[in-house]
């Protein structure tokens, strides 16, 4: 595992343990797509199992000394490295409007940001699976009346079941990182268009969040809405009291009201 230096400043901590990579890579029921796009794969430690599916595995990796083990040790991986960042790549360069899965040990400083950069691709992505800190990761999975439930859980659940699996232990990686590591698996919706304009479905729920302590009533503030809308009863809940179904809801009634 001495082939490539883990990088503090890409927040990479590259798992050593070879059943959990597998397990892993088993979390992918691979239906509706034909190819997989893996984001850090450092070493290959997950993407050896990938490699193995019968579907075309795609990686993609912004560490130059990652890109260079990756292309010696993979001849299966030709023409399918791409050394670019994920969070700023088209990734239609590649896939051009077809379906894919993604699936990583994603670095822990930028995993929300990959989750919000996939959640735009929603349309091509109906399966989304991987290891995150623990704690983003039941997060992103949690349900309602909870602290952990936030934007991320609202936003993520509107368009994915989401599904914890498994607790990864610190010491399966090199260097350990000071957290404990949770997997999740993402499996789009059947409906997955909502009923209302989703631009402000994401507005209403991020500036909700932003004062979560208040009452929808407050954290809606900004918005301007009627008084006859902030009569409604839901406006007395803060925001973790509502699930996603009431946020959408609310989003069609902000509408009606003219916002």
Known sequence: MEKVKAKKHLGQHFLKDESIAKDIADTLNLEGYDDILEIGPG??????????????????EIDTESVTYLDENYPKLKDKIISKDFLKYNINEIFEGKQFAIIGNFPYNISTQIVFRALEYRNQIPEFAGMFQKEVAQRICEKKGTKAYGILSVLVQAFYDAEYLFTVDENVFIPPPKVKSGVLRLRRKENYSLPCGEKLF???????????????????????????LREDPVFDLRPEQLDVAQFIELTQKIEADGI
């Not at 994401?202 to 006859?228: G, Y």
């Open 202 to 228: 994401f507005t209403v729920v991020k500036t909700a969040f932003q004062q979560r302590r208040k009452t929808m009533r407050n954290s809606l503030k900004t918005m301007n809405l009627s008084d006859s």
């Open 43 to 60: 070493m290959g430690v997950l993407t050896k199992y990938l490699l193995d599916k019968p579907v075309t595995t795609y990686v993609i």
